[in-house]
C-alpha cells in the first residue's frame, strides 16, 4: 500500500489542535453575589417604548424619544450573546388609535444592529394603549419557557380607557411566567402612581427619571436585578503548535422535542485567540479550520460557561 504523502489533508487535519478554554469574568458591574449562572431570569427581555406624541417634548434639550432611544441602543449593544430580546412599541403610526400597537422584534436571539435600527426608527405621533400593549406581549409569552422580563418604559398613564394595574394582575394569576419593570420618563405626580401600580403587580420596581442620567441609572439597576450576566469565553486555535484564525460558532443545545441548535454567536479566533461575550450557561461550539482544504470542524459540546471558573 502506497504511504499516504505527509502534506495530504487529513495528515495536516491531524496535527491541527483545538484548545478551547473558558475564562469567565463579571461583566454585569455589579455585586458578584448577584450574578448567578444557573438563575434564568433575565434570559428573556422585552422592551414595550412608548413612542406616543408626547415623546417628543423635551427634557434638557432634547425630545424624550432621543434619548429613550440612546440609552435603549446602548443597553442592547451591551448585552451579552444568548439573552433573548423582543421589542414592541406602541402609539407610534397613527394620532388616534388606541390598537397602534406593534411588535418590531419578536422575542429571540438579536440582531444587535437590527434591533437598534428598529429602535431608532421609532416615531412618535399617538396615544398610550400600555393595557392593549401589554396584552399583546402576555399572549406571545404563554408558550415561552422559562421567566421573561418585561421593561415598560412610559412618560405618561393609559389614555384609552384601560386598567394596565388589574390586567398585570389577571395575567399574573392566569400563570404566564414574567416580571415587569417600569421606567417613568419625566412623569408627575398622578402618572408615577399608575406607573408604579403596574410594576407592583408584575412583581417587579419603577423607577422615575428626570433626565438622560437616570434613564441609564435605571437600566442598570433593572440588569441588576434580572441578574443578566455576562461571561467570556476565550478561544485559542493552534495549528502543528503555533497560532492561526479559525472559525468558531457557539450555539445554545437543542431542547426536548426540538433537534435544532440556536446559533447565538461566532466570529474568527485570530492569531490571538477571541474572547465571546455570553451570559453564563452551557453551550455547545464548532471549531472551523478553513485554511487546510480536507479538515472536518471540531464539534465541544456541553461547555459550561459560569462565573468564576
Not at 433537534?259 to 466570529?267: C, L, P, T, Y
Request: proline content about 5%; glycine content about 10%.
Amino acid at each position: 500500500m502506497r504511504k499516504r504523502s505527509p502534506n495530504r489533508p487529513n495528515d495536516i487535519f491531524s496535527k491541527v489542535r483545538i484548545f478551547i478554554y473558558a475564562l469567565v469574568l463579571m461583566a454585569c458591574g455589579f455585586v458578584a453575589t448577584e450574578c448567578r449562572a444557573s438563575n434564568e431570569s433575565g434570559k428573556n427581555l422585552v422592551f414595550i417604548l412608548d413612542a406616543s406624541g408626547s415623546m417628543v417634548a423635551k427634557v434638557q434639550g432634547q425630545a424624550k424619544i432621543v434619548t429613550a432611544k440612546k440609552v435603549l441602543s446602548g443597553f442592547v449593544n451591551d448585552l451579552p450573546a444568548g439573552v433573548n430580546v423582543g421589542l414592541v412599541t406602541y402609539g407610534h403610526r397613527n394620532k388616534k388609535d388606541c390598537r397602534d400597537v406593534e411588535e418590531l422584534v419578536p422575542l429571540g436571539p438579536p440582531d444587535k444592529k437590527d434591533l437598534i435600527a428598529r429602535i431608532n426608527s421609532i416615531k412618535p405621533k399617538g396615544m398610550t394603549p400600555i393595557t392593549y400593549s401589554i396584552q399583546k406581549v402576555a399572549e406571545g409569552l404563554k408558550s415561552v419557557r422559562g421567566e421573561t422580563t418585561i421593561v415598560l418604559v412610559s412618560d405618561g398613564e393609559e389614555t384609552c380607557g384601560g386598567d394596565p394595574c388589574a390586567v398585570v394582575r389577571a395575567l399574573k394569576a392566569s400563570g404566564i411566567k414574567f416580571v415587569m419593570h417600569v421606567i417613568g420618563f419625566d412623569v408627575n405626580k398622578q402618572e408615577k402612581a399608575q406607573l408604579s401600580c403596574i410594576a407592583e403587580a408584575g412583581g417587579g420596581s419603577f423607577y422615575t427619571a428626570a433626565n438622560a442620567r437616570d434613564f441609564a441609572l435605571a437600566t442598570k439597576k433593572i440588569v441588576e436585578k434580572t441578574r443578566i450576566s455576562a461571561a467570556t469565553l476565550n478561544v485559542k486555535a493552534l495549528r502543528n503548535g503555533k497560532p492561526f484564525s479559525a472559525y468558531c460558532q457557539v450555539f445554545k443545545p437543542a431542547e426536548g422535542a426540538d433537534k435544532n441548535k440556536n446559533r447565538v454567536v461566532d466570529g474568527w479566533t485570530g492569531d490571538k485567540g477571541y474572547s465571546f461575550k455570553l451570559a453564563p450557561g452551557v453551550y455547545d461550539l464548532s471549531v472551523e479550520n478553513r485554511q487546510d482544504v480536507g479538515s472536518r470542524p471540531m464539534s465541544f459540546n456541553s461547555v459550561k460557561v459560569e462565573p468564576g471558573k
